[in-house]
């Protein structure tokens, strides 16, 4: 209820506003809000909120995308102009235009080549950047994996310089929870997965959206690809963002080759200008999912946290943990891209971006 009332206060609505919940995500929970003259999704932003400059960078950045043909909810400020609202709770709140969107089928037949189109007509409007928004180096968590230390710590343990096969036991058996095994599986994997992780080049990185996974990615009413959550908007390389996306939507828990072949190939042909060359490329994917789960298994194991982020943290674990590629995956991937990369036309039309 207070929730409520702030955004009422917030936004100028009446006493007839119907709130009901919605979906949620990493960073929020979505609200959809009927005024009784439109609708609207209230996000209820989690833990720190997004810098003035963040939320500056995306609204520029979002409405050139638009002009691209990329279709987003537009954003709305409050009465008194800001795109960022606090709660009493100490969440923060952002407004936009409801969209009654539905989920894309990974195995439909044209999804591939959807795809592929929607990362090249972000990849070629997007500016070059060398820092976040906020004027910083770019964020490690998209090039620098955790190192084993960290893993010992969320097991209580210490002794970060011992063997990784110590460190592995240590957390299998101080954790004690339905994962404490998968976890002990996967370490065995880590040290290959992130010898291939490299920061990225300064002079290949542009502005990019950085999470467009299957829940950011849904279906318009019209059929069409709606892209949501542009919270994490930052430098990447956009050969980077394209190999991440290509496991996020293909790989689970095996890579789909011919699929990722055919994504790429669409990505290509409609002049994206990013490319998967070898490793490295990979560098965005094995360190942003690492990362990803070492913090939900930090939230989960953590008792001062409120039980609904505890409980989606276990979900996002189990996930996490089935869909970490193997580092065969990588290597049968590039294999599998080289073979059906040949010559990619561009058939977009004359002076288009």
């Known amino acids: 209820m207070n929730l409520v009332a702030c955004a009422r206060a917030a936004f100028g609505w009446d ?20 005024t009784g003259t439109a609708s609207y999704a209230l996000k209820e932003i989690f833990g720190e909120p997004p ?21 987003l909810p537009a954003s709305h400020p409050s009465r008194d102009g800001r795109h960022l609202v606090e709660t009493p ?5 952002r407004l936009y235009d409801w969209v009654d969107l539905s989920p894309v089928d990974p195995a439909g037949p044209a999804t591939p080549e959807d795809l592929g189109a929607l990362f090249a007509r972000l990849h070629r409007c997007a500016p070059a950047v060398t820092a976040e928004p906020d004027g910083q180096d770019p964020d490690p968590w998209y090039h ?19 063997q990784v096969a110590g460190a592995r036991e240590r957390v299998a ?5 339905s994962w404490g095994d998968r976890l002990r599986e996967l370490l065995a994997t880590v040290p290959e997965l992130s010898a291939a992780v490299a920061p990225p080049e300064p002079a290949a990185l542009v502005l990019c959206h950085r999470d467009l996974h299957p829940e950011n990615v849904l279906t318009g009413p019209e059929g069409e690809l709606v892209v949501v959550d ?13 190999a991440m996306a290509l496991f996020d939507w293909f790989c689970d828990p095996a890579p789909d080759l011919a699929a990722m072949r055919r994504m790429y190939r669409a990505y290509r042909r409609e002049g994206g200008p990013g490319r998967i060359d070898g490793p490295a490329g990979f560098s965005m994917l094995v360190a942003s999912r690492l990362n990803f789960l070492l913090l939900q298994t930090r939230i989960a ?6 039980p609904r982020h505890r409980a989606w943290a276990e979900r996002e674990i189990d ?24 010559p990619a036309v561009d058939r977009r039309a004359p002076g288009r971006a």
């Open 89 to 93: 709770g100490g969440t923060w709140l």
């Open 144 to 162: 620098r994996p955790p190192d084993l230390s960290a893993w010992e710590q969320v097991a209580g343990a210490s002794g970060a310089g011992e």
């Open 301 to 306: 194991l953590d008792p001062g946290a409120e």
């Open 319 to 342: 996930e996490s943990l089935r869909i970490m590629p193997a580092p065969a995956h990588l290597a049968h991937v590039l294999e599998a891209l080289e073979q059906g990369r040949g």
């Open 15 to 34: 006493d007839g506003v119907v709130v009901s919940e919605g979906r949620r995500g990493a960073l929020g929970q979505i609200w959809r809000v009927e």
């Open 51 to 71: 810098t003035e400059t963040l939320v500056a960078a995306e609204l520029a950045f979002t409405r050139r995308a638009a002009a691209h043909g990329v279709r």
């Open 173 to 177: 058996g101080a954790v004690g929870v």
């Open 230 to 242: 542009w919270d994490r908007l930052g430098p990447a390389e956009p050969g980077r963002e394209l």
